[in-house]
């Protein structure tokens, strides 16, 4: 078993080497017994459309019904949708077969207890029970359940667009997300165009992750050949969202939230607003000069939400998408209803792009992903942030490094998901923006290159 597909905010790992059948029965009777523990008694399962999900989800079924609890099967839905499921069925966890935003070849698991996903510590003690072959005997039901209508209907139900029509192109790269997102555009008076919205767990037309250049090339195109006012993208399991302005630019998931803050902030000022280390210093001067309270966290989806319930904010958002509402929502990270509401926010305006047209100019790079190698990346950000250290005005640390010198800033973090290190950049201008990026690279390919080398 590879210690490492147990990561900070899920289960994740390569088809057929790291996630085998034999591992997913194990995994199944090792849930079982931590849920067991916590005293649960029925859990929903939900997949993405990856060609591994339905054979994983039946493992998981028939193992986690051997337990001894009883299984509501919600077939093929997004994550959101198993998210929702905590709150308005009867159950007390759940868990979905996905590997998210990963390639084709991945596949994973995102495990709740109670109405929210466990992470770091609590992923570690199902590894140690796997580990130790602990199970538990018992015998119970499973059940099927289309909640998926009820979902779409919940939102639908929260929206309250404007006057003005939009425009609109949806782009699910065919996860899961494609179907629902149709509905709810058409059922908010949109006019709506999708591409690769067939479920197809061999991505063939791009890889889904909204935000790449590669993930949003072809909504892009899209976007500007229908003259479209916005463009939708989801990731495969669509708990994120990535959208394409009117003139074709990229807004990253930060910037996204900081419009959706300014709504909430437009009526209830003093509302907390937290956003995460990759996000633009634009962000956090945006909300507070909406009258929020901007709070900076840990990346990741899991300890987001934690601190989102901890801190009572209204709206939460990361760099990479995943938008948390706590304000006529349920808290949980969730791409299609984030695109509601920011449908609901464009209809109510005569000029959409004058919206993002508002944002502050500033010159920043995307998520940049340096491969590293799990078994060093970890130190190999800890040396950098010493060198941050003595180089830069102010660093924190409360994930990975971020440094500044003026307004510009940088970071570096470990990835909790993958075997790389993640780099983010930002300054008022192209040469600043240059000089930070290059000096970056250059220190951590040299503490790479010593790692590897065993110095």
Excluded at 146 to 154: H, K, L, N, S
Excluded at 160 to 185: F, Q, S, T, Y
Excluded at 385 to 391: C, E, F, L, T, V
Excluded at 433 to 445: C, S, V
Aim: proline content about 4%.
């Amino acid at each position: 078993m590879n210690p490492e597909v147990f990561r900070e905010y899920d289960i994740r790992g390569v088809v057929g080497t790291d996630l085998t059948d034999a591992f997913v029965e194990r995994l199944s009777r090792a849930v079982g017994v931590y849920w067991i523990e916590r005293g649960v008694k029925r859990v929903s399962l939900g997949m993405d459309a990856r060609m591994s999900s339905p054979g994983f989800k039946e493992i998981l079924r028939k193992g986690i019904c051997a337990s001894g609890i009883e299984v509501i099967d919600l077939g093929m839905v997004p994550t959101p949708v198993m998210y929702f499921s905590l709150f308005r069925l009867d159950v007390h966890g759940g868990i979905e077969v996905t590997g998210s935003h990963n390639p084709a070849d991945n596949n994973g698991f995102k495990i709740a207890l109670g109405k929210t996903t466990i992470y770091g510590d609590e992923i570690q003690k199902i590894r140690a029970i796997m580990e130790e072959g602990r199970t538990v005997n018992g015998m119970a039901a499973s059940t099927t359940c289309d909640i998926m209508p009820e979902y779409v209907a919940d939102i639908i139900s929260r929206i309250e667009p404007g006057a003005r029509k939009l425009k609109l192109v949806v782009d699910p790269g065919n996860g899961v997300g494609g179907a629902p997102a149709m509905a709810i555009c058409h059922a908010l008076g949109m006019e709506v165009r999708g591409i690769c919205l067939e479920p197809d767990g061999r991505f063939p037309n791009h890889h889904p992750d909204p935000t790449t250049a590669e993930g949003l090339a072809m909504l892009k195109e899209e976007v500007l050949k229908q003259g479209a006012d916005l463009g939708i993208g989801l990731d495969g399991d669509a708990d994120r969202l990535g959208v394409i302005d009117a003139r074709g630019n990229t807004v990253y998931g930060d910037m996204i939230t900081a419009i959706l803050a300014k709504e909430i902030l437009r009526t209830r000022r003093g509302e907390k607003i937290i956003g995460e280390v990759k996000c633009s210093k634009a962000f956090f001067d945006e909300v507070k000069k909406a009258g929020g309270i901007a709070i900076m966290g840990k990346v990741g989806h899991s300890p987001m939400k934690a601190r989102l319930h901890e801190e009572r904010a209204a709206l939460a958002g990361e760099m990479s998408g995943h938008i948390f509402f706590s304000d006529r929502w349920y808290g949980f990270d969730d791409g299609l209803y984030a695109a509601a509401r920011l449908i609901e926010v464009l209809s109510r305006t005569n000029d959409p792009q004058a919206v993002f047209d508002s944002l502050p100019k500033v010159e920043n790079t995307p998520e940049i992903r340096i491969e590293c190698p799990d078994r060093i990346k970890f130190e190999a950000v800890e040396r950098f942030k010493a060198y941050a250290r003595g180089r830069y005005e102010d660093c924190v640390d409360i994930d990975g490094v971020r440094f500044t010198r003026g307004d510009t800033w940088g970071l570096v973090r470990p990835s909790n998901t993958q075997p790389v290190i993640v780099l983010r950049f930002e300054a008022r201008d192209q040469a600043d923006l240059r000089a930070i990026e290059a000096d970056t690279r250059g220190r951590l390919q040299e503490i790479v290159r010593d790692l590897e080398q065993g110095a």
